[in-house]
């Protein structure tokens, strides 16, 4: 189960690492050498819950998967948003992440 939980979010991760990338980029052309630096998680939730837990081994696995360390960011507050907020508006240039649960969704689908 542990494993799935892992492949499943390193999976997310690698999505919504290819979609926070800068489109008006060359593709391809600096592939190679990403990532140069330390990558932000952004946790919409305070720390020493489940689901920073999940994303402190997330980070670790990806860590070792890209060979940069992953910097986890527990951004708290209103349900995640604040924390989807700063992760909206960082630079999109694939260095910040953001760490999803199911309770953003229901927000976005209750309205919320």
Do not use: F
């Amino acid at each position: 189960m542990r494993k799935k939980i892992i492949l499943s979010a390193l999976l997310l991760s690698s999505a919504l690492l290819a979609a926070c990338s800068d489109s008006e980029s060359s593709a391809g052309t600096d592939a190679g050498t990403y990532p140069e630096k330390p990558i932000q998680l952004v946790v919409p939730w305070s720390a020493g819950g489940d689901t920073d837990a999940i994303y402190r081994i997330v980070g670790d696995e990806l860590s070792k998967e890209l060979g940069q360390k992953i910097v986890i960011q527990n951004v708290a507050g209103a349900s995640g948003v604040v924390g989807a907020q700063q992760a909206k508006t960082a630079k999109a240039d694939g260095y910040t992440l953001l760490a999803v649960h199911d309770s953003v969704a229901m927000s976005q689908m209750t309205g919320q």
